[in-house]
């Protein structure tokens, strides 16, 4: 079973992780060039930025994380194989897949938590994210 829930969460995290990517580039590529003044709206999509980075981030730590799993999973099993008379590598071993368990339960949680607080950050700030500065045109009329 945990297998499985590995296997259907890697996917997840993967598609996280590229849609931050879009979405980073998106706000990038809309980011107007320096100038003096009126800078809210660059403030807005800075912010968003880093908030958008941070969830990339965690992403990518959560996809590592499974795989350093396998990793310590796979030393502790070649200690049973060596030293099958201790039982506390058996125990070892059901203890890190239980807390495995409860880690990827976590990840799905956190990965809820962040798609949810970056569709409402985006959502709400929208219009200072597409258009982060008023023409002086718009100001005039």
């Known amino acids: 079973k945990l297998t499985q829930l590995m296997s ?5 995290l993967t598609e996280v992780l590229e849609h931050t990517n879009v979405l980073k580039m998106w706000i ?3 980011i107007p060039r320096i100038e003096d003044g009126n800078n809210f709206g660059v403030g807005i999509q800075e912010d968003t930025l880093a908030e958008i980075r941070a969830v990339e981030s965690e992403s990518a730590n959560y996809l590592e994380a499974i795989s350093r799993y396998h990793i310590t999973r796979a030393k502790l099993i070649s200690k049973i194989c060596k030293y099958p008379y201790i039982d506390d590598y058996k125990q070892c071993i059901w203890e890190l897949d239980e807390k495995q368990f409860l880690n990827l339960r976590l990840t799905l949680l956190e990965i809820r938590n ?4 970056l569709f409402d950050l985006i959502t709400k700030n929208i219009e200072k994210i597409t258009k982060p500065r008023h023409s ?3 100001s005039l009329y």
């Open 136 to 138: 002086h045109h718009e």
């Open 8 to 12: 259907d969460i890697k996917p997840l």
């Open 28 to 30: 990038v590529l809309s």
């Open 114 to 117: 962040n798609c949810t607080s």
